[in-house]
């Protein structure tokens, strides 16, 4: 079983920057790919940022040019550099990482890691 795990969560004012980090606990080189999403209130999880084992970058439109998906030293670690927040980037934001377990791939999924911009 893996674990994921978040944190940088917080309260900031628009225009402010927050940086999420999120960690995997099992070989970087199992990794396929890992990515951020977030859910506000009422709405469905949606998908703000991957990076994928092999450096390549996807990111909402919402966030394109605000929002960077980084590797840490090792690639079982992501960082999500937000900034120019705005008070529609406030949501829970969750970390998943995409696994090779040799027989198969799997999904795991943080507990979530809320974040609020005020106005």
């Known amino acids: 079983q893996v674990q994921v795990e978040e944190s940088g969560g917080g309260l900031v004012q628009a225009g402010g920057s927050l940086r999420l980090s999120c960690t995997a606990s099992?070989?970087?080189?199992?990794?396929?790919?890992m990515a951020w999403y977030r859910q506000a209130p009422g709405t469905q999880r949606e998908l703000v940022a991957q990076?994928?084992?092999?450096?390549?970058?996807s990111y909402a439109d919402a966030v394109k040019g605000r929002f960077t998906i980084a590797w840490g030293n090792a690639k079982n670690t992501v960082f999500l550099q937000m900034n120019s927040l705005k008070p529609e980037d406030t949501a829970v934001y969750y970390c998943?990482?995409?696994?090779?377990?040799?027989?198969?791939?799997?999904?795991?999924w943080g507990q979530g890691t809320p974040v609020t911009v005020s106005s």
């Open positions: 099992t070989s970087s080189n199992r990794i396929l790919y």
């Open positions: 990076r994928t084992a092999s450096g390549r970058t």
């Open positions: 998943a990482a995409q696994v090779d377990h040799d027989v198969g791939y799997h999904e795991y």
